[in-house]
């Protein structure tokens, strides 16, 4: 009897070791869970480090944006105002001689007036001045483009007396020979302070030709274009007049420099375009001193953020760029776009003190009448607004990174994230397609409609089909019947066939984005979940103060190493059984400390109590009945082999199981280790297991579970069987 007893508690013992090692293959499945929730933390901690960088950023430099020069909106204004006043008269110019009657005319009176507008002589101190209040700094220039006068071959012979043509106009082909009266308009080859000027039958046209400089009074500037227009200033061989001049308001603080383009094509008419841009010098002056003081905080943002990133480098990834790169690309492709925003803010403040520099060192040279400097400061300009639209723009985009945090926009993230490679090869199709399209207009309407005069303006006005700003009607008018028959077989092919495709390519997308992604697999949830475990913490250290609950004056505050058990607890999601000492757990420790007195007496037990207990309180948390557990494992397997146990090696359940096989099981299973049955009846327990697949009851679709999962799983759900 004594023997029969001994051999049930040895198997009680083996049954009390499997959990055990069961429960130390989920304590290491939680140890590494909690070695990648440290991660998680740190790269959330990262997350917020980098938000109130990015908020701060993107506060200075807007800022900075909203009281510097490229947010003063007077520039519009001033500018706007002065080009309509120009650009509406140039519209009546059609021919030679209504261009004569503009310059001598409307020109003239608003660019050198020298009468008021109740016809009063200005003094002196008022001449050269445009609209009243802009000085006119350097010449009024006129200047043309000539072509070459070459041989015809005409084919028809009732057009034999045609003997001379005109040569495309090029910098290499134009006419540069000396004409007028006693050869007077001579040929100049580079001008200064002149720019190209860009045409709609050629761009551009270069910065050279026949110039003459008009005075800066009516009178004098009459008096000379009559001569000119006398002498046939202007004739056959006339493609291009370009008028440019340059004018500075003292109120704005702000250059413009003017050009006004005449097109005299060799098939006739006139063709008018007039360009007007603006520049205001950089000037840290008076309240702009605050523009300056917003740049540098800016950059002093940013090189922390370098800093920052240095230290990242240094620090967590050891100096390895490639662990670097690959954190970047893998689990925040956002940095790539803090890197440009970084590198840009330093280049763009640069460029601007640069810019700065070159505005005072604008001089006006009152020998030659020009104004030194000007065309290098534009160009700065020019690369500032430039780099400045797309670090702006990119900042907005940013803040992407940011919204994904809840879980809505990461998912549709996702979607867009699954569909690019669809959406890249419906980019080339609608791209291969538009110009097929654009080229089809061009040949059948290009000669009969401004639309499709060129590639560019085709595909805009298949865009505006598109939208609906272009009906059939419209195009019938240009070609009746083909114009039809265009926009139908366009807007099928677009509407029908390529617009469906990018709806079928999102739907896919987001079926598969919204059945088969959890919460948990997006950063944005780890984001939440760092905020609601820190607010949990943060309750509770704040508990003690809730002095209108009941027993608030006993209630102790919880200690710094509570509330660390507590934080990790919840960042882990531990269920109960895994925090508080279950059923199983007492029973296996009970099991356990029977068989080591058994085998080895009383005072083994004791001094493994004593050894876990060392303050004698008689109560164990789960660390300390885990302790216990170990004490006994190894002086158990010293003194007691138990090798004529059998053991037998754990195998997965099939896909498809009996889904009654899971209560047999359990019952079995309670009494798995005790001596009712016999070494032999396991056995073909286990083989009848295996047989119960083949039968008839009701079946159903289980993920591959193997038998040490299943029994945990029953131990946990009836703890009292045992």
Known sequence: MKQQKFRASQQLMQGAMERAERDKLADNRREQAEIDQNETNRKVRLYFTDL?????????????????????????????????????????????????????????????????????????????????????????QIRQVRSRVDDCTVTTSVLKNINHCYRPVTEELQDTKAFGPAHQYKYSGRLELTTQASGQLKSPYSANGYDVNLPKNATGARELLASMKKNRWVDHQTRAVVIQWMVYNPTADMFLNNQILFEFPAFGGVLSFSKFVSLQPLRYEGERIMSLILEVIVVLIVLTAIYREFTLWKD???????????????????????WCNYLMSICIFALRMEEWQASAELVYDSKKDQLQGFFEVYDLYQWDIFLQAINCSQMWIKSFKYVNTFHTPSVFNEVYRKSVSDLMMFTMMFVTTAGVFAQAGMIFFGARSARFVNITDSLYTLFDMLTGKISAFELNEILPGWGTAFYIVYMFSQIYCFLNYVFGIFNYAILITFYSSKPEH?????????????????????????????????????????????????????????????DVELFSTRVELRHLRLLLGQDAVTAVIQDVDKFGTCTFDKSQIKDVMEHVFSQVLSNDSLRHIRSFELHEWP????????????????????????????????????????????????????????????????????
Not at 71 to 95: A, H, M, P, W
Not at 324 to 331: L, Q, R
């Open 522 to 582: 997006f950063f944005g949830f780890h984001v939440r979940e760092f905020v609601r475990v820190r607010s949990i913490v943060l309750a509770s250290r704040l508990q003690w103060m809730k002095f209108w609950e009941r027993g608030a004056n006993n209630r102790k505050p919880l200690s710094e190493a509570q509330l660390e058990k507590k934080k990790r607890d919840l960042e882990l999601q531990l269920e109960p059984h895994e925090l508080f000492v279950t």
């Open 316 to 338: 967590v990834y050891a100096k390895s760029f490639t662990a670097y790169a690959t954190f970047v690309t893998k689990d925040d492709p956002h940095r790539i776009m803090d």
């Open 52 to 140: 109130v960088r990015y908020i701060l950023l993107l506060i200075f430099f807007q800022w900075a944006l909203a009281v510097g020069p490229n947010g003063d909106s007077s520039k519009f204004y001033v500018l706007e105002s002065y080009k309509r006043s120009f650009e509406t008269s140039i519209t009546v110019v059609k021919s030679h001689a209504t261009f004569w009657e503009y310059l001598q005319g409307q020109f003239v009176g608003l660019a050198c007036a020298d009468q008021a507008y109740n016809g009063t002589w200005l003094p002196p101190e008022y001449l050269g001045f445009t609209l009243e209040n802009n000085y006119i700094v350097g010449p009024l």
């Open 655 to 722: 896909l498809t199981i009996n889904p009654l096989i899971f209560g047999k099981l359990d019952r079995l299973q309670c009494d798995s280790r005790s001596t009712k049955y016999p070494e032999k009846f396991f056995r073909s327990m286990e083989a009848d297991l295996m047989k119960t697949k083949n039968s008839e009851a009701p079946r159903m679709e289980t993920i591959s579970m193997n038998f040490d999962s299943n029994q945990e799983n029953s131990d946990h759900e009836n703890p009292e069987a045992f």
